[in-house]
């Protein structure tokens, strides 16, 4: 099992910044591809982006392609999400998870799962 928190979220003007952290604990990180997801109000999860264990693959959705970057340092136990020229609609909860094996874009891949933290973007 492992538990992930996540980190760094809050409220931005739309054009600015934020990076979210997610912190692993539990069983061995390097073990786990991750990924982000994030849900706005009324809509479904969406993937957002995705890293190989190693941190040589990573996947993007094609709304954050060339704005959000995904990176993971396994020494520390964390993946982070950095997310510029934020948008009015990025406003979500963003999920962190992680599962064993390769990436996924669907979110029933993974079986690990962050409570969440909240993006605010005013336009």
């Known amino acids: 099992q492992v538990q992930l928190v996540e980190s760094g979220g809050g409220l931005v003007q739309a054009g600015e910044s934020l990076r979210l952290s997610c912190a692993a604990s539990?069983?061995?990180?390097?073990?786990?591809?991750m990924a982000w997801f994030r849900q706005a109000p009324g809509k479904e999860r969406e993937f957002v982006a995705a890293?190989?264990?190693?941190?040589?693959?990573?996947d993007y959705a094609d709304s954050v392609k060339g704005r959000f970057t995904i990176s993971r340092d396994n020494a520390k136990n964390t993946v982070y999400l950095q997310m510029n020229s934020l948008k009015f609609e990025d406003t979500a909860v963003y999920y962190c998870?992680?599962?064993?094996?390769?990436?996924?874009?669907?979110?029933?891949?993974?079986?690990?799962w962050g409570q969440g933290t909240q993006v605010t973007v005013s336009s």
């Open positions: 539990g069983r061995t990180f390097s073990n786990y591809a």
């Open positions: 890293i190989s264990r190693s941190g040589g693959t990573t």
């Open positions: 998870a992680a599962r064993s094996g390769a990436t996924s874009k669907y979110s029933y891949n993974y079986n690990h």
